[in-house]
């Protein structure tokens, strides 16, 4: 079972950027699909991008794409997400996750095993 870590959340101006990061235990997180999701408060979690294990492939929710970015390093165990022209509809809690299921199959069911505590980004108007 990998731990993740989130951090780098904080409070933004719409339009403005930031940089999430979630650090991962263990040696084998470069066999994980990586993913962010985010949760508002009195909202359903929602699913916001995914990454595969290599970093070749990867899949955003239509809300963010073009916006944000998902990229990993698998030599500092991190997986990020880049987030630009923010919004404040974008203000929630932020969680990444992992499963060690091929990248396909995790993105069809958008099903993860394992789950951080997650960090909050606020966008302001």
């Known amino acids: 079972q990998v731990q993740l870590g989130e951090s780098g959340g904080g409070l933004v101006q719409a339009g403005g950027s930031l940089r999430l990061s979630c650090a991962a235990s263990?040696?084998?997180?470069?066999?994980?699909?990586m993913g962010w999701f985010r949760q508002a408060p009195g909202k359903e979690r929602e699913f916001v991008a995914a990454?595969?294990?290599?970093?070749?492939?990867?899949y955003y929710a239509e809300s963010v794409k073009g916006r944000f970015t998902i990229s990993r390093d698998n030599a500092k165990n991190t997986v990020y997400l880049q987030m630009n022209s923010l919004k404040p509809e974008d203000t929630a809690v932020y969680c990444c996750?992992?499963?060690?299921?091929?990248?396909?199959?995790?993105?069809?069911?958008?099903?993860?095993?394992?789950w951080g505590q997650g960090t909050q980004v606020t966008v302001s108007s």
């Open positions: 996750a992992a499963d060690l299921a091929p990248f396909d199959t995790v993105v069809a069911g958008l099903s993860f095993g394992s």
């Open positions: 263990g040696r084998t997180f470069n066999s994980y699909t």
């Open positions: 990454i595969s294990w290599s970093g070749g492939n990867t």
